[in-house]
């Protein structure tokens, strides 16, 4: 399984950008998505995540600016960001609760995780 995140770059204050990320590689259902971030020397924070039946949940300090959508069908998410902010800056990490075959004749989820897309948003 492997998830493709895109989409970061340089932003000024007020500004927008839309992450994107695609899970790809052989798996039977994409359950959660999710977004996450993480600042140098800082956890790693849960930012927004979608159900497969499109339930939401944002992070109090995006909720409002911040909006997660899913595509069953492409097995993808965008994070759609508005009034960006000094404080968002961070590299965003794309995160799926994927079910695979383990081999075994059943099934099991796996944590699967994109490379991180880094965000930078100048005041």
């Known amino acids: 399984v492997q998830l493709q995140a895109s989409g970061g770059g340089f932003v000024q204050t007020g500004g927008s950008l839309t992450l994107s990320c695609v899970v790809s590689?052989?798996?039977?259902?994409?359950?959660?998505m999710a977004w996450y971030r993480q600042v140098p020397g800082k956890q790693r924070d849960l930012v927004a995540r979608?159900?497969?039946?499109?339930?939401?949940w944002y992070a109090d300090s995006v909720r409002g600016r911040f909006f997660i959508f899913r595509d069953n069908v492409k097995k993808s998410i965008e994070l759609q960001m508005h009034d960006l902010k000094p404080e968002d800056t961070a590299h965003y990490f794309c995160?799926?609760?994927?079910?695979?075959?383990?081999?075994?004749?059943?099934?099991?989820?796996?944590?699967?995780w994109g490379k991180g897309t880094l965000v930078t948003v100048s005041s």
């Open positions: 590689g052989s798996f039977y259902v994409v359950h959660n």
């Open positions: 995160n799926a609760d994927v079910e695979v075959d383990d081999k075994r004749g059943g099934v099991e989820d796996v944590d699967a």
């Open positions: 979608i159900t497969l039946r499109h339930d939401k």
